[in-house]
């Protein structure tokens, strides 16, 4: 992946989560800049975390354009939410469907760029994916996304699958991206909307 | 910042958050060891994720003595509520809110010295003030003190723009520390007995 | 400590953790691949710290053996469970015992190799053979078992001790790890049979 596209979906990834950071701290009556730290948590936690594991220069300390284009997207979903003041938990929701397979995707480019085998490139695709949302949740005391029964980390290890198969099958590198967000999206969109599951436990056997 | 001053500041601080663990461990009736664990936590949190990110030595790894300045005042803090058992919160959030302020311009300094921008520098100052008392808060299951209205974040942020304007006004380092503590300290403090807000949101329009 | 036994041990401890992990995503009516993640959380939580406070490279992305032997605990567990669905809480706690023995031994060796003094070993120790469980107990919203009263932290600082005093006694380092394996296990399980506590506040004073 160029540079420049990674710079891309980086940038809009963290934007998608400092916007679903920004929603729940307004639903949690959060106020004053408690704001402004639930939504950048949210939006830089999961790259923080994988730059760490990886050892590489955290990328908003290298790069501050990053807290920039965060700060900017939490001004502008303040601003919406003053002048419009019926936001939905829905919104939150697909702002952080779409954070979630950004984060995935760029996580797993990112620890292949390292060197790491593919089953540890989705694993850590996966935890950082879900850790800026988890933090957002345990932080605002909700329960946690990733603890419901909505596909949230199964759409970021089939994200994950998919990509990996992809690339094996020869195909270009944006087409395994393009592949494992849509796997991603649709999985998650349609798990909310149509109740899918992956029953693991099948509790009602005494039944 | 010579080391010296930085060593001493870092040092109070850690004792600050140290005691505020320790007075939430005994409000929240924890007690054997896990008094020890929550106060350490909550003392060397913040500090342990600057460095992390920092891409710096620990500060409690290289130079033991923080860990043992940490475990005196837990025993110290102990004794003191064994002797005389009326102790409030009140104690308890004076103590973060001054820890808050040195773990935040300690911050900010450590930030400059390994050459980041200012934005990252007061973001990092921020949320590595927070961050041990935020862990402190998760895991003895209270509202954390950033999701309450009181300037919690407003007030690290507040600090840190202090520091960064008489920076650059060109004041003397000492000035800008003192500057920038004073600043946290009395907006944290005046928002808790006068309930100064900073009304981000706008609820209310509807009525 | 020979690398063929600190692999051993290191594995047992994550798969133990893994177990105690998949059980309470079990008991929390957690499905999907929510179980995965939060399994994999606890059981490479506290390693995935401990190597990032030692600035090593983090085990599991190092020697992708350990996350198979996370995954195959996981899945062997999740069987266990669907075909004896009557499980209790005692397993977990036991499994998790183990687990956090084995880690806090592991955490105190890696920390010595890389040169710390012993205090700092034994607070590291500590500290990563709690964080996994922690985070496990934070992202199920349970009560963290750190933060009970049945000698959790106190096992750990124990067994750490214990081994500080039989290395300077001239002790093999076989023995050391097994005394303090012995010695942590059999506090903590002896706490929860026979409710053994060691009060540090002494709150009813006053009647």
Redesign the interface.
């Known amino acids: 992946m160029s540079d420049d596209w990674f710079h891309l979906l980086n940038t809009v990834s963290i934007a998608f989560f400092a916007i679903s950071g920004a929603l729940v701290a307004?639903e949690?009556?959060?106020?004053?800049?408690?704001?402004?730290?639930?939504a950048?948590?949210t939006a830089v936690g999961g790259g923080?975390l994988r730059d760490?594991?990886?050892?590489q220069?955290?990328f908003?300390?290298d790069k501050?354009d990053y807290?920039?284009s965060t700060y900017g997207a939490i001004i502008v979903t303040?601003i919406l939410?003053?002048l419009n003041?019926g936001i939905s938990n829905t919104l939150m929701i697909g702002f952080d469907a779409f954070g979630l397979a950004l984060y995935n995707v760029i996580g797993i480019e990112k620890?292949l760029i390292n060197e790491?085998?593919m089953?540890?490139a989705i694993?850590?695709g996966?935890?950082t994916a879900?850790f800026g949302g988890?933090m957002r949740d345990?932080?605002?005391?909700k329960?946690?996304l990733?603890?419901?029964?909505?596909?949230?980390?199964?759409a970021c290890?089939a994200g994950g699958l998919v990509y990996a198969g992809m690339l094996y099958a020869g195909a270009p590198y944006l087409w395994c991206i393009l592949a494992s967000l849509v796997t991603t999206v649709s999985l998650r969109l349609g798990a909310l909307k149509w109740g899918w599951?992956?029953?693991?436990?099948?509790?009602d056997?005494?039944e």
């Open positions: 307004y949690e009556e959060v106020d004053s800049f408690g704001v402004i730290v639930l950048v948590i923080t760490v594991l990886l050892d220069p955290i908003w300390i501050p807290l920039y303040v939410i003053r003041s620890a790491t085998g089953a540890v694993t850590l996966t935890v879900i988890l345990v932080i605002a005391r329960v946690p990733v603890m419901r029964c909505e596909l949230y980390a199964t290890i599951r992956v029953p693991i436990f099948k509790k056997i005494p």
